[in-house]
């Protein structure tokens, strides 16, 4: 009971402003709304002062709920399908997260980016944006200003993509397949790897490439795992080689645990549809799944100081660019390289 009168205003202030920036996010796909959950959060919290009674609550909500987001998305991953399908994206798929990652790696040496942020938008621009920050956040210890700077980041670029994609891949040619596997692998969040796909899809009547560009991108969610568990045994490594307090570091406190339950999901859903189930079962838990992210990203904006974070987002916004302009250029090339369109 008192658990619950401690997290019980946080917790209602959070869902307060999830349930609209939720159904804002479904008239507004290429925006989403986690990101319309950060922006009402950050708007709410340059006015709301009193924050002692709801601090416990939106504390939660940003961390523990956010996991719990995480592991719910395993719940909507067939990986029989993803296997069936998804293994001709492989090279591509390997090539673009390995090109983000050290892109954003020479960045934050070069330009003296924060390790936090770097990391978060390097693991979002290569996986899939809000849902790889989301796992990614607790493992590196990323404060709620480094998380939404980083999904701020995520979107301007997803927007980019949705509206500049679909265009670009008639001018150079790609065929449907291309261009599903092109979207699949160079736009960062999975609501704006629909709203890309599905331009293209209304460009060309009969094209389909929805399908391909969803299963490519639920291909791309799976480096959730072992991005996640390296960067646990990295920040372990570190910490013991730092020694005195940082010495007595123990590897169990940032394994990510919930990860593994992620993909205990994942295992049931693939053996329950193989059971002749359909997959809409699963539908509801991925609706969850979408809802607790909303909620956690408006905790994360309550917890945001939109002055600060305006001021410092010229680093950011530039290795944003930087990410998505070599993804989208792999992705071409590797496609061209493989012959596929």
């Known amino acids: 009971m008192t658990q619950v009168k401690n997290l019980g205003p946080g917790l209602l202030l959070c869902l307060a402003l999830a349930i609209p920036s939720w159904l804002l996010g479904k008239r507004f796909p290429i925006v989403g709304g986690p990101v319309f959950a950060i922006l009402a959060g950050m708007a709410v919290t340059l006015f709301y002062r009193d924050k002692k009674s709801t601090q416990a609550g939106i504390a939660y909500t ?28 492989l090279p591509i798929i390997v090539s673009t997260i ?86 699949g692998t160079a736009v960062n969040d999975t609501s704006s790897v629909t709203a890309t796909a599905s331009a293209w899809d209304g460009m060309h009547p009969g094209a389909n490439a929805l399908d391909q560009a ?16 390296a960067l646990a045994i990295w920040k372990s ?42 997959s809409s079962v699963f539908q509801p838990l991925k609706e969850l799944s979408k809802f607790f992210i909303i909620m956690a990203m408006a905790a994360i904006g309550l917890n945001t100081n939109l002055i600060k974070l305006v001021r410092t987002g010229g680093k950011p916004i530039f290795m944003g660019a930087c990410c998505w302009v070599t993804i989208a250029a792999v992705s ?4 061209h390289l493989l012959k596929i369109w």
Request: with cysteine.
């Open 62 to 89: 940003s961390k523990k709920l956010l996991q719990s987001a995480v592991i719910l998305l395993g719940f909507g991953l067939n990986l029989s399908e993803i296997a069936k399908v998804g293994l001709t994206s």
């Open 98 to 183: 390995s090109t983000s990652l050290i892109v954003s790696f020479l960045l934050y040496k070069l330009i003296k980016m924060p390790a936090n942020v770097s990391t978060l938008i390097g693991v979002g621009s290569s996986i899939c944006g809000g849902s790889a920050i989301a796992a990614t956040a607790p493992v590196i210890g990323a404060d709620d200003e480094e998380i939404a700077q980083s999904i701020s980041v995520i979107f301007l670029f997803n927007v980019a993509a949705a509206l500049i994609f679909p265009t670009l891949g008639g001018a150079l040619g790609l065929s449907n397949e291309g261009f599903g596997l092109f979207a």
């Open 214 to 229: 969803t299963i490519v991108k639920l291909t791309r969610t799976l480096a959730i795992i072992p991005i996640t568990l």
């Open 237 to 278: 490594t570190r910490a013991k080689q730092g020694g005195g307090q940082e010495g007595a570091f123990s590897f169990s406190k940032v394994f990510p645990f919930f990860v593994l339950f992620f993909v205990l999901a994942s295992v049931i859903t693939t053996a329950v549809i193989s059971a002749g189930v359909p």
């Open 332 to 335: 071409l090339g590797m496609q």
